[in-house]
């Protein structure tokens, strides 16, 4: 299977092939201070920029198929997962996962989207958006946690899908009101992370939450750049303007004090280096979860309400 390559990523890509050939010609002959300079200028060329990439090619990663999601950071983060089914009314939603875990020995309950993989690409493909019975499931999950109380860690990776009446199954307006306010109220630590995309009300309603992270290279917004660039400009060649417009990835939220950190890749984005990225979440959300285990209930709850109530409050 080719690997997909990012237009951004073409100069790169070359010298890693440059490199490959120069490592099978040195078979024969030495050529290890030739390969040792290439490897040199490959280093410096990925620091110089993947340091001065766009929102647009930020975006561009956070979609990459071949980018760590939801499943791949359940298996390789947590221990001990044991994954819960169904809504307990209509049936069961497997764009939504979740189940019982352990982090860094820390019980916890955790959910996420879920990803299909293509059979003939091996690629993964985006998240489909959640039906009634899939917000009926992740309130189910939550409220576990509540009655056991264990802290509640979510993994949103939802792409922007334009709403059509197919997806309007019954009960979906009720089932995302319920999973918005259980959120909001519950009485237990929660921790989200956007670890790709976050759009539309998918994404919104894994993302409230104690704690707010997103992965460098992921963005979250109610709409896409190209929705956005359809809608103001009729066109989608202005999808990248709509992005710089925007202001969507993981720095800009943060200077907009709408969410609460930003968790670093790996350089060239977390598929470039799995085993990497899974470290350094892992690391992070146990830090983050040993730090708000501390709050007393009621005293997480007063701050959570005041965090979404300062939401969009203007101060000259």
């Not at 809504?87 to 069961?92: C, E, L, P, Q």
């Not at 955790?110 to 917000?135: C, H, M, Q």
């Not at 576990?144 to 264990?150: D, G, N, T, V, Y």
């Not at 709050?295 to 203007?314: F, M, P, T």
């Amino acid at each position: 299977m080719t690997k997909p390559i990012l237009d951004f990523e073409q100069p790169i890509v070359q010298l890693e092939e440059k490199i490959a050939e120069m490592r099978e010609l040195g078979k024969a002959i030495d050529l290890s201070k030739e390969i040792a300079e290439l490897e040199r200028r490959t280093d410096n060329l990925r620091k110089e920029i993947y340091s001065n990439l766009t929102r647009w090619q930020r975006i561009q990663i956070a979609r990459h198929p071949l980018r760590p999601n939801s499943v791949d950071y359940i298996k390789n983060i947590f221990t001990d997962f044991i994954e819960l089914s169904g809504d307990r009314v209509a049936g069961d939603d497997t764009s939504i996962i979740g189940g019982i875990a352990k982090i860094g020995g820390i019980p916890v309950v955790v959910l996420g989207n879920r990803k299909t993989k293509d059979k003939k690409t091996n690629l993964y493909k985006p998240a489909p958006i959640p039906s009634a019975e899939g917000f009926r499931k992740a309130t189910r999950l939550i409220k576990i946690a509540e009655r056991l109380a264990k802290p509640v860690i979510t993994l949103v990776d939802a792409p922007y899908n334009v709403p059509y009446p197919e997806i309007e199954s019954p009960g979906l307006a009720n089932a995302i009101s319920n999973q918005l306010a259980e959120m909001t109220a519950l009485r237990t630590p929660t921790l989200s992370v956007v670890i790709g995309e976050g759009a539309s009300i998918a994404a919104l309603s894994l993302a409230i939450a104690d704690r707010l992270l997103m992965l460098e290279n992921s963005w979250f917004s109610i709409v896409s750049p190209e929705k956005a660039a359809e809608t103001l400009w009729g066109s989608l060649d202005f999808k990248e303007q709509a992005a710089e417009a925007m202001k969507p990835i993981a720095r800009d939220l943060l200077d907009l004090s709408l969410i609460d950190d930003i968790v670093p890749e790996p350089i060239g984005g977390a598929h470039r280096n799995n085993k990497m990225m899974f470290e350094i979440l892992k690391k992070k959300l146990i830090a983050e979860l040993k730090d708000i285990r501390r709050e007393k209930i009621e005293r997480l709850l007063k701050k959570r309400r005041e965090k979404y109530y300062a939401k969009g409050v203007w101060r000259e």
